[in-house]
């Protein structure tokens, strides 16, 4: 073999083995590569309690409750389904009945799921992208519609 030819051949070779690194960092990815999962997925996919995720959608009215200290109650919902939450600690100051929120922690065995961080709306027009891309695929989309569209 020539100087070449084995310069080729570790090139070759360096970027077979990055590739498979690459893939197998993907494949095991595969499930947390979303930012949030909607109630309807997760029962849709039978989520396993213990299973740590980012629930996503919006607030469902007049299921605000709090207990003591800062603990909190409420379900969020999508077109197809609802989870309840249950929150310790301050919720954001924006936080309410009817807006988006991503919600992160893990479904307990009883069906609830134990949020360590919620993340609400940042002023009056503002939804996360993946709430609200969800709620139009699913048809519940309430928002501004772009202009000379009907």
Known sequence: MT?????????GTALAVLSLALGLV???M???IVFFHAPSDIQAKGVQP???????GLVKEGS???????QVTFEVMDAGASIPVRYQGVLPDL?????GVVA???LETSGRFKADTVLARHDETYMPREVADALKAQGHWQGEKAPGKP
Do not use: N, S
């Open 3 to 11: 100087r070449k030819q084995r310069r080729l051949a570790m090139i």
């Open 26 to 28: 993907l494949y095991a």
């Open 30 to 32: 595969r499930d947390t």
């Open 50 to 56: 213990g299973t740590r995720f980012r629930l996503g």
């Open 64 to 70: 605000i409750k709090r207990g003591e200290g800062q």
């Open 95 to 99: 936080f309410r009945e009817g807006q």
């Open 104 to 106: 992160e922690g893990v």
